[in-house]
């Protein structure tokens, strides 16, 4: 069974970075797209950010664009999410999920597998 774990979230003030971490395991990962994804209360999931299977094309959500970096780690199975200049707005647990081809997507329903989620807080 397929297996992401995230890590690196936390309580951070505004205008502060933090880095996030998904490990994945039980498949071939560098076959696959892999995308990062939000949902703070009372909202829907919304699209984060995405990288192709062997790292060449990413693409971003306007509201993160030119703060967020997301990066792979082929070797060691894992993605990852720099996010800087961080806005109290960026609060929500962030989730990691895989891709089902090896091209990066916005779309929500061409992932298929998720991780349990990670809290990141943004205090004002």
């Known amino acids: 069974q397929v297996q992401l774990v995230e890590s690196g979230g936390g309580l951070v003030q505004a205008g502060g970075s933090l880095r996030l971490s998904c490990a994945a395991s039980?498949?071939?990962?560098?076959?696959?797209?892999m995308g990062w994804f939000r949902q703070a209360p009372g909202k829907e999931r919304e699209f984060v950010a995405a990288?192709?299977?062997?790292?060449?094309?990413?693409i971003y959500a306007e509201s993160v664009k030119g703060r967020f970096t997301i990066s792979r780690d082929n070797a060691k199975n894992t993605v990852y999410l720099q996010m800087n200049s961080l806005k109290s707005e960026d609060t929500a647990v962030y989730y990691c999920?895989?891709?089902?081809?090896?091209?990066?997507?916005?779309?929500?329903?061409?992932?298929?597998?998720w991780g349990q989620g990670t809290q990141v807080t943004v205090s004002s």
């Open positions: 039980r498949f071939s990962f560098s076959n696959y797209a």
């Open positions: 990288i192709s299977s062997r790292g060449g094309q990413t």
């Open positions: 999920a895989r891709g089902t081809t090896m091209y990066s997507t916005s779309r929500y329903s061409s992932y298929d597998y």
